[in-house]
């Protein structure tokens, strides 16, 4: 039996003893299940392939290639050994491919520990950008009710001090006399007339807004000044102390009689 036989014997395919009998140029069986050995998962292992010739023990070499003959011709195997060797090989085969399963078991375990790290990561990041977004929301109430509250003390240190003026007046009169006795030292001065208002625009992300407006000029005009600085398109106005809230229908009073001149904070709220 040649060697081509004794490897189909042992349950080799047709393509791939071929493809390791021409490897090892027909020298031994032993050497050719050596080489499926070492090219067992060789993509085109069971290619089709051409039989040219010098398949078996004594045959010519192939074409292009230098006859030898082995000094000494292999012992033929009986099928026990035939038997024994294919074992042996399949034995080999399959250890490694289950170190082949092992280690793409390990990797996939490997690869699922860093996609969950990097998940926690993730998730970590997005914990800590919500706490610093809970933090400036709180800052910027806590910062507007100090402002309300500085605004309030204010109008009634002034309602305080109007009333106290009043009264240090009327007793100023009470000791003076009648008006027509007391003499004219000075003209009663008009009220101070503004030309512009300087206003504060408090956007919704807390950003302030400075501009100066004419007196004459319309809350209306406030509104298209924030529309196109803020980029915004629907929004509210009102005022921080005491709170108003204005309506479409104020938009086309002027900002002195709506008492914002000299100078007022303006509040812009969404929609």
Known sequence: MGLKEDMLAMGFGENRTVRALRAVQYGSLERAIAWLENHENDPDIDDPVEETGGNVLGSSAE???TQSVP???PAQLTPEERAAKAAQLQAKIAEKKRIADEKEKQDAIMREKIRRKEGQSLAEMREKR???DAKKLAEERRRQKIEDQ??????????????LSKEKEK?????????EAVPQTSTPQPPKQYDECRLQIRLPTGQALVNSFKAEETLGDVVAYVRDSAKLETFGLMTSFPRKQYQPSDYGFSLKSLGLCPSSVIIVSKH
């Open 63 to 65: 074409p292009g290639q």
């Open 150 to 163: 500085k605004a309030r003390k204010a109008v009634l240190d002034k309602i305080k001090q109007d009333r």
């Open 171 to 179: 007793e100023s009169n009470k000791r003076v006399g009648p008006p």
């Open 130 to 132: 919500d706490m610093e």
């Open 71 to 73: 000094e000494e011709a």
